[in-house]
């Protein structure tokens, strides 16, 4: 059965650092991985999303990548802000399975 | 372009009573329908997903039932509500066969059973 992993559960970090949030999956055998973005009481955004074939999306300050033979993806966010200030969670599409987040704190 | 609409937006109800919150999709046809669980601590959890009218897949057992009785209508039921039903409950639409699966979600509904 597909497992999602994401680590660290939070993290908080000055305005202005790149930072990765990491994910992975046990079940190589995926056909999307999907990033989401949700705010406090909010329904979740999607950020970008990685088909197999694919080995990394851009959309702006974001950068996800997947390898899929090692389990795992990455999301890469440059020059933090405050305004990213949120919970990330991957999606592993094929199993329908989230990941638990890694809630995000950037302080200015 | 898509939208997709849940209501209501929050919802109080007493345990034991009835429950219906409704999701509708804008702007595609034939979408593949889900819906999630979000309880408090802890990660999201598949519940129900559609890949067509009539056509239900149920992931986990519980109380709660779902339907599609048109093709971009998805509605959650229960017919008496446990404590344990409260909760942050997500609808999502995803294209079929050929397209990408990408999900996208509605608003949600915050439901809190006492």
């Known amino acids: 059965k597909q497992e999602v992993t994401q680590i660290p559960a939070a993290l908080s970090v000055p305005e202005g650092e790149n930072l990765v949030l990491n994910c992975s999956f046990t079940?190589?055998?995926?056909?999307?991985l999907q990033w989401f973005r949700q705010d406090p009481g909010k329904g979740l955004t999607s950020l970008l999303l990685i088909q197999s074939s694919q080995r990394e999306q851009t959309s702006g300050r974001l950068n996800a990548s997947l390898d899929k033979s090692s389990g795992r993806s990455t999301l890469y966010i440059a020059a933090s802000q405050p305004g990213d200030s949120a919970t990330y969670l991957c999606f592993a599409g094929t199993a329908l399975i989230f990941g638990k987040g890694t809630t995000l704190s950037v302080s200015s | 372009s898509q939208t997709i609409h849940q209501w209501p937006a929050t919802l109080v109800q007493p345990v034991g009573s009835p429950l219906s919150l409704e999701c509708t999709v804008e702007g595609t046809s034939n979408p593949n329908l889900y819906w999630y669980r979000q309880a408090a601590g802890r990660g999201l959890q598949l519940l129900f997903y559609?890949?067509?009218?009539?056509?239900i897949s149920s992931e986990v057992p519980q109380n709660l039932s779902a339907s599609r009785p048109q093709d971009r209508q998805f509605i959650l039921s229960s017919k008496k509500l446990l404590l344990s039903d409260s909760g942050f409950y997500l609808c999502a639409w995803s294209g079929v066969a050929g397209a990408t699966y990408e999900q996208f979600f509605g608003p949600g509904t915050r439901l809190t059973v006492l």
């Open positions: 079940d190589s055998a995926i056909y999307n």
């Open positions: 559609s890949v067509g009218i009539g056509q």
